[in-house]
């Protein structure tokens, strides 16, 4: 029976490691039927070798997701042209520029005698040509580190990327190990994350470093479980110098009179705030990147919620798209928000305050104009630590914001919004109504 259940296990990985393959290298991100029929494939495939695993040791299901991700070693990202932007970052360091000081645009103008074939193709392959730099420094060190072996090859760079991004994805699983024993969770719920197929292919995929944010995030748990608030007040901020993000989860340590209190608290944060984001302080590159962000909160939009609901309201009243006024009041409600629920919360017990992040995570992804696929995967590292299945739901629903990509513009269909939005909306407001709903709604049961 055991011999049976490990050659099942064997057959089903190889079939998911086929499927990652057949996306990899031989799928353009326009055949959107075919991209979900093998990543909803992958994703059922995914839940039951979780299952399966609870039979098996850890270092198998290491094993396995290992073997899905490096399988992908020599792929060009096909779901994502971000990874453009990183590598041009990367050679501009190399050349001794700084990234946040022009565009790709006005470089290319200013520097025409160091244009080359590389630098050319990496220029035609950018989404972003007329805008500085979104990513913090702590990201432009990796995306240096990669410029050093571009040797005008694409594919090295690319490389080095990947196998950088592994190591940091075998760091979250030990991270997960450690937190779920802590926790007493069963061992099941680490490849909720580590064999999904959102994790493997826009991580070790399409080369988006919220896998390194997730390690963070979760050092910070795995510390401040120990009472280290110096060590989990770095880890969160050292998140934060590679994505910007995390910086929603600061109200929760400052409003905490313990963690405020602690010397370490202060310590940890600001050597690692100095570390991470005093190269900011040369050329005045705070503030091109400021800039960035302005303009990216202000001016993109995709995959949306409530923002895309409350835009046809401001069509509706002005005929125009309100996004410039709209954005700063979601951004302002969401402020408020977190910090109204980080000073209510008296929580010291580490499954009630991992479930709170875990609901601001999720409350901020909701009211963004902008939600790409690989923005959820810190959340849905993190909720495999608390009882909310949104985020593990969303890993898949959210596959249908790839639609865009076959239609002129990139149009987003409303049916396949309402289709991603709808189950998530409906898990989202039961697992956490003591934080959304009045009084009536709430049960004594505690949700951990």
């Known amino acids: 029976m055991k011999l049976d259940k490990s050659i099942a296990y064997c057959g089903l990985a190889l079939l998911a490691c086929l499927s990652y393959v057949w996306i990899s290298y031989g799928l353009d991100r326009e055949s959107f039927a075919l991209l979900f029929f093998l990543y909803s494939f992958c994703f059922v495939l995914g839940l039951f070798l979780s299952k399966l695993s609870e039979n098996f040791s850890w270092q198998s299901i290491l094993l396995i997701g290992l073997i899905f991700r490096l399988s992908l070693i020599g792929s060009i990202p096909n779901l994502s042209d971000d990874f453009a932007r990183f590598l041009w970052d990367g050679e501009l360091l190399g050349l001794g520029s700084n990234p946040y000081e022009l565009t790709p645009e006005s ?17 035609d392959l950018m989404n972003s040509k007329g805008y500085f ?35 940091g994805e075998v760091g979250v699983f030990f991270l997960l190990r450690k937190l779920v024993l802590a926790l007493n969770l069963p061992q099941s719920r680490i490849g909720w994350y580590w064999l999904n197929p959102l994790a493997v292919l826009e991580i070790s995929g399409n080369l988006h470093f919220e896998g390194l944010v997730l390690l963070g995030v979760l050092g ?36 905490s ?46 995959n949306a919620s409530v923002y895309f609901l409350l835009r046809e309201v401001g069509f509706w009243i002005k005929g125009y798209n309100t996004i410039a006024t709209l954005t700063k009041i979601l951004t302002l409600i969401t402020f408020v928000w977190i910090v109204w629920v980080s000073v209510k919360n008296k929580t010291k017990d580490t499954s009630a305050f991992i479930h709170l992040w875990v609901s601001i995570y999720l409350i901020y992804l909701i009211l963004q104009p902008v939600v790409h696929p690989w923005y959820l995967l810190p959340v849905l590292g993190l909720s495999l630590l608390s009882d909310s299945k949104t985020a593990i739901l969303w890993s898949w629903t959210i596959i249908f914001s790839y639609q865009a990509y076959g239609n002129p513009d990139f149009y987003e269909k409303p049916i396949y919004l309402w289709i991603e939005y709808v189950p998530v909306f409906i898990f ?7 934080q959304i709903l009045p009084q009536p709604f709430h049960t004594k049961t505690d949700v951990n």
Do not use: C
């Open 107 to 123: 470089w290319i103008q200013q520097n025409q005698e160091s244009m080359n074939a590389y630098l050319s193709e990496l220029f």
């Open 133 to 167: 730099s979104i990513y913090p420094p702590s990201n432009q060190l990796i995306f240096w580190l990669s410029g050093l072996v571009s040797d005008t090859q694409l594919l090295h760079p690319i490389i080095l990327l990947r196998i950088i991004l592994i190591l």
């Open 220 to 255: 910070s748990v795995y510390f401040l479980n120990k009472s280290n608030v110096f060590g989990g007040t770095a880890a969160l901020v050292a998140s934060i110098g590679i994505k910007l993000v995390p910086l929603i989860l600061i109200p929760t340590l400052f409003f």
């Open 257 to 302: 009179k313990k963690i405020r209190s602690n010397f370490g608290f202060w310590l940890g944060g600001g050597l690692v705030f100095i570390l991470a984001f005093s190269p900011l302080l040369f050329d005045q590159s705070y503030e091109n990147l400021w800039e960035s962000i302005r303009l990216y909160q202000g001016k993109f939009e995709f």
């Open 428 to 434: 989202l407001i039961w697992e956490f109504r003591e």
